[in-house]
């Protein structure tokens, strides 16, 4: 596996590594690294000739209190795993190289930037847009992976390459999840033991919906009081939101009867996450 920090060092490694129009599938993340990150890298192997992975922890999609500083970094870890799976190219750049000094050009996904996510976390599109573009703009992939669970994420991305063109197929890969139903994430680390059990009832919630879905409940506010019901068996537990949204423009559906996406977002402790679930248009008959 090679490993490159600086951006014209990644450019002559992929010109090494791509000779015979080999296709590169990207795999864009902020380390700490899990088995869902590894699922993605698996995906990617099968469908492409090289694997590209990076580690980059975006300032710019942080807020002013959100927890930039304390977010896990285990870079050994990071990279025996991507070792592991037999990754071609590790591309870990610092802050300066992805924003040079005097950088004042971001990216802005108008409407789809302020729903669900952005609307608790105001300019953090912004900042996965922008680092995602030039992270397509660097390492020139034919696909890129992400995960299912970050689902606000994957349609303002959808349509930023949708807008701006980019030549590639992003691959959105299901949600994987502990034995118990707890999706993967890195901040999953944060949770007291406490906490950790605190946080299934993301998952409890979705599966309410899931259930009563297919059994003719289609209207939304109905399967959202549901949802809210079960939150409410874990008082510690404050919801930031309870939705279901149309997953192309996050924004809300009166009812089931078309494809839909049921999301939520929930503070355990001082950790927020977040878990969602697709509901087919057969769910409401």
């Not at 899990?34 to 469908?47: C, E, I, K, W, Y």
């Not at 977002?265 to 057969?282: C, E, H, Q």
Request: proline share 6%; charged share 25%; with cysteine.
């Amino acid at each position: 596996m090679q490993i490159t920090r600086k951006i014209a060092e990644t450019h002559t490694a992929l010109g090494d590594l791509r000779s015979g129009n080999r296709r590169v599938g990207l795999v864009p993340t902020m380390g700490a690294l899990h088995a869902g990150h590894v699922s993605l890298v698996r995906a990617a192997r099968a469908q492409c000739d090289l694997v590209a992975v990076s580690i980059f922890v975006n300032p710019t999609q942080f807020g002013p209190n959100e927890d930039f500083e304390k977010y896990p970094r285990t870079w050994d870890a990071d990279c025996a795993m991507l070792e592991r799976e037999q990754v071609d190219l590790l591309f870990a750049p610092t802050p300066e190289e992805m924003y040079p000094k005097g950088a004042s050009t971001f990216i802005e996904v108008a409407d789809l930037s302020d729903r669900l996510d952005g609307a608790s976390r105001p300019g953090h599109f912004r900042g996965v847009a922008t680092v995602v573009a030039k992270l397509f703009q660097i390492i020139r992939p034919e696909r890129a992976y992400f995960g299912q669970k970050d689902a606000a994420q994957v349609a303002v991305l959808r349509r930023m390459v949708r807008d701006l063109n980019f030549d590639l197929d992003l691959v959105v890969c299901p949600i994987v999840r502990e034995s118990d139903g707890l999706a993967l994430s890195s901040r999953n680390r944060y949770l007291s033991p406490l906490e950790r059990k605190q946080a299934l009832v993301l998952i409890r919630a979705l599966r309410r919906i899931e259930e009563l879905a297919p059994h003719g409940i289609a209207d939304s506010s109905q399967l959202v009081r549901e949802a809210l019901a079960i939150f409410a068996e874990e008082p510690d537990v404050r919801v930031d939101y309870c939705r279901i949204v149309d997953p192309d423009t996050l924004q809300d559906v009166a009812d089931t009867g078309a494809e839909a996406l049921a999301a939520v977002a929930a503070f355990v402790g001082t950790t927020r996450l977040i878990d969602n679930a697709l509901l087919p248009p057969s769910a409401a008959h």
